[in-house]
């Protein structure tokens, strides 16, 4: 059975930086593209950031140049690196086995002086 958890979540300031964690279990994210959404308050769902199985990353326009997704294979997990954090990217994140019905249960991020 497929588990995605994700953590790290919390509050920063804005400016900071934030690395949240997805550990997978019953799949191998080396052999799977995963990705990153996030869903701001009332707000739809949106991607992030995705890396494939052959290790291609890729991240939306609003996030390009301040987040990057990577994979630790030897520890099944994925991450995403946020820098410069903006009040706009305050959200819930969520993990995703990337097209599938599989998620995590979302780690909460607030950017807030």
């Known amino acids: 059975q497929v588990q995605l958890v994700e953590s790290g979540g919390g509050l920063v300031q804005p400016g900071g930086s934030l690395v949240i964690s997805c550990a997978a279990s019953?799949?191998?994210?080396?052999?799977?593209?995963m990705a990153w959404y996030r869903q701001a308050p009332g707000k739809k769902r949106e991607w992030v950031a995705t890396?494939?199985?052959?290790?291609?990353?890729a991240v939306a326009d609003s996030v390009r140049g301040r987040f990057t997704i990577s994979r630790d294979n030897a520890e099944n997990t994925v991450h995403l690196q946020m820098n410069n954090l903006k009040s706009e990217d305050t959200a819930v994140y969520y993990c995703?086995?990337?097209?599938?019905?599989?998620w995590g249960q979302g780690t909460r991020v607030t950017v807030s002086s």
């Open positions: 019953g799949i191998a994210v080396s052999d799977n593209t």
């Open positions: 890396v494939t199985e052959s290790g291609s990353r």
């Open positions: 995703n086995l990337y097209l599938s019905s599989y």
